[in-house]
Each structure stands twice: as structure tokens, then as C-alpha cells.
């Protein structure tokens, strides 16, 4: 079957639809996991809150939980405290004290070249890495990670995520080979308003992680998922290489394909080669990527995980499996299987305001 199972579903027209579409859509694909992992992220959520960033974390404890508000009070300021909302669930036991902040972090006077998302960056690292049972499972704008120990569809019905409405919604039912299945390992993993789901395995995890590291990304979440949230970041935001390039970075062709290009294409394509060896994310994997606006699916360069994708008016799907789109879009305009390493990407269509 490939491994775990990923969905995500978007509207470009910026029209929010209730969380109950995607549960259905990943339940179809429940014997991809082993209820060890399940978990979906959302976009549009906190339409009265957009300018605030949206921190859900959990803690194993009490006093992490005093802690972290210590600091967050310390270095941001805290508009709203509160639990996130669940309920009762029959198969979901164990679970640790879940809350959300929506917080500003006032620029640095003594770091002016900072801005507030590497403000938040530095705020999240520093929560994940030093505070004793405290983990950051989101910290985005009008988005939020919502995931545990679980199949994906009893993690969504205890979260209640029939009662939001987002215009993107992104889930995974996971089936972890060589981490445990805990709370903070479930996907996605997020950084800032990024979210990622992931079936595969990358083989490459201690040179990603050592490379991110000299940019100030620290992985403490004890699985590969988590350096391509943080890639995307640095690719993208920081750096600001185009999609195109940034998935060229992370999924490059192969030397003899390179060989064979005209020599505009090959000049590039070595150059990114060269300055972002680092970033090559080897052995097999299929991606289903959230941030502000779009969606994007893309796969290693020999595409050893599947996916496929379908538009029906103005929804994208991705999905591991064609049945999982059919559950909840019944008849497609299109469906098709992106080559190897092609990035698919839905994007708001231009002037959308989403409501």
C-alpha cells in the first residue's frame, strides 16, 4: 500500500467548508495506519483573530504548562488564553493538556533586522527545546494544527473539527517504522503558518538536521517529518527561492538527467545543487504542504510513495489514493498522477477574500 495515508482538499475560491469533508476523505484510507498517529491542520480558522499568531501546544505537565506561560508572557504578548475544545472519544485515552495562545511579539530594539515570524520562530524553537513537557504543535496566523495518538478520523471527532470552517484542510493517518507513536509526533509538523503531512521515510534526517541547525532550526520532535516543515521555511520564507526552485533543492534531478539539459536549465540546476546540497531530502516520500493561500504536493524524485490529484471547479484534491478523493467528490473534472518530483500547487485565485 505505500505507507501512511495523506490527504488534503482546497478551495481556491477561498470558500470555507466544515472539517467533517476531510475526516471522511482520510477515513477511507484507514488501513494505511496503525492508530498510532493521526492528525490534520487547517486554514481560515480564526478569521476574528488573523493578525494574531494561533500557538497550540501541548504539555505532559502542569508545571510546563506554568512554565511556558511564563515565558510567553516573558516575550509576547498573549491576547487570549485558552483549552482547545475536544471531547470524549471512546478510542482516544492518554491525551496531555492541550491549549491555545494568540499572541504578538513587538519587534526587537537590539535585533531591528528580525521581523515578527523569526521573532515567532526563535519563540517556538526555544518552547520545544527548553521547556521540560511543553511542545509547539502549531503557531500560524488563522491556521492550526490539530493531531495524537489515534486514527486520524477519532483524532478529528475529538478535536470537534466539524465545528470549523477553513478553505484548506490537510490530514495524515500515520504508521510509524522507526519512532514511537506519541502525541508530538503525530503529523503535521508546522512552522509558522507551514504544515506538513508526509508518507515515507527520509534517509537523509541527520544531514537535513544538521544543516538546518546553522540556520537556528532546532529538531526535537524525534522524526523526519519535521526537517521538511523547517525547509520550506528556509527555502522559501527566508531565502525566498520560488516554489519550483525550492522543491528542485529538496527533490533535484539526477545527475544524468541534469546532463541532458540545454545549458540554461543545467547552469541552474547544478548551482542549486551546489548551494543546497544540504537540503537534498533522500529515500522515498510524498508531501502534502499547507501555508497561507496554497497548497502544494510534490514527491521524491523517483516518486517510490503515491500520489495522486484531482480539480473538480475550484477544489484541488491530493491524496494517496483515488478512492479517498471519490469518497468526497464523487465525480472529478480531472484526475492525474503529478511525474516524479513535479510540485502541484493550488493557490487563491487572485483578489479572493476568504470567507
Known amino acids: 500500500m505505500g505507507g501512511c495515508s495523506i490527504t488534503g482538499i482546497m478551495d481556491e475560491s477561498g470558500r470555507r467548508f466544515a472539517g467533517d469533508t476531510i475526516i471522511r476523505s482520510i477515513r477511507n484510507m484507514h488501513e494505511r495506519s496503525n492508530g498510532l498517529g493521526g492528525g490534520f491542520a487547517a486554514y481560515g480558522i480564526y478569521p476574528e483573530r488573523d493578525e494574531q499568531y494561533a500557538m497550540h501546544l501541548m504539555f505532559d505537565t502542569h508545571q510546563a504548562k506554568r512554565d511556558t506561560e511564563a515565558l510567553l508572557d516573558q516575550r509576547a504578548t498573549v491576547h487570549l488564553a485558552e483549552p482547545i475544545p475536544t471531547r470524549a472519544h471512546p478510542a482516544i485515552s492518554g491525551e496531555p493538556i492541550l491549549h491555545r495562545y494568540f499572541v504578538n511579539i513587538e519587534a526587537d530594539r537590539g535585533r531591528p533586522h528580525l521581523g515578527e515570524d523569526d521573532l515567532v520562530v526563535e519563540l517556538h524553537m526555544q518552547i520545544n527545546a527548553e521547556v521540560e513537557d511543553a511542545f509547539v504543535f502549531s503557531a500560524g496566523k488563522n491556521m492550526g494544527c490539530f493531531k495524537g495518538v489515534g486514527y486520524p478520523e477519532d483524532i478529528g471527532e475529538f478535536f470537534r473539527l466539524e465545528e470549523y470552517d477553513a478553505y484548506i484542510w490537510i490530514a495524515h493517518g500515520r504508521f510509524p517504522t522507526n519512532t514511537t507513536g506519541w502525541w508530538g509526533g503525530a503529523h503535521p509538523f508546522s512552522l509558522l503558518d507551514w504544515a506538513i503531512v508526509h508518507n515515507g521515510e527520509i534517509s537523509s534526517y541527520g544531514i537535513n538536521k544538521r544543516y538546518l541547525r546553522n540556520f537556528g532550526y532546532e529538531c526535537t520532535l524525534q522524526t523526519d517529518t519535521e526537517v521538511i516543515a523547517y525547509m520550506f521555511d528556509l527555502l522559501m520564507r527566508k531565502h525566498g527561492l520560488p516554489l519550483e526552485l525550492a522543491c528542485s533543492a529538496m527533490a533535484p534531478p539526477f545527475w544524468n538527467e541534469i546532463e541532458r539539459m540545454d545549458e540554461v536549465e543545467q547552469a541552474q540546476a547544478r548551482a542549486i545543487r551546489a548551494v543546497y546540497g544540504g537540503a537534498l531530502l533522500n529515500g522515498p516520500f510524498a508531501v502534502v504542504v499547507g501555508s497561507t493561500g496554497r497548497m502544494i504536493g510534490f514527491s521524491d524524485r523517483t ?11 475550484d477544489r484541488l484534491y491530493i491524496s494517496s489514493e483515488e478512492a479517498a478523493i471519490r469518497t468526497v467528490c464523487p465525480d472529478p473534472d480531472v484526475v492525474w498522477h503529478p511525474e516524479a518530483g513535479e510540485p ?10 476568504v470567507n
Open 344 to 353: 502541484v500547487l493550488g493557490e487563491l485565485q487572485a483578489g479572493v477574500k
Open 303 to 313: 516518486k517510490l510513495r503515491p500520489q495522486v490529484c484531482a480539480r473538480s471547479g
